[in-house]
């Protein structure tokens, strides 16, 4: 699934990629999501936003981190896990 909103995020030309973000920053979104969208950022090499939205994240929620994530992300495969953890440690995110 995360793969799957990596996918829509960076759809489409950066005219696409623009709107789509102005549109995420126009809504108030739950830490979760902007977790989710920092990952994916990272993830496709967008690690100056991926490290903004970081920071959105941690004011949204100061407690953010891995051990957080291990305890409340389902994840069926072990090998997504492992690539949602790294695309947020490329963020900035801290063991």
């Known amino acids: 699934m995360e793969a799957v909103r990596a996918a829509i ?13 102005r549109s995420l920053g126009a809504r108030r979104l739950p830490a979760r999501t902007r977790g989710r969208l920092t990952a994916a950022l990272a993830a496709h090499g967008n690690l100056e936003e991926a490290k903004r939205a ?42």
């Open 54 to 95: 970081l920071q959105e994240v941690f004011r949204l929620q100061p407690d953010f981190s891995l051990a957080y994530l291990r305890r409340t992300y389902p994840f069926a495969r072990e090998r997504g896990r492992a690539a949602f953890e790294d695309a947020l440690r490329r963020a900035g995110l801290k063991d």
């Open 9 to 21: 995020l960076q759809r489409g030309g950066p005219r696409a990629r623009a709107q789509r973000r």
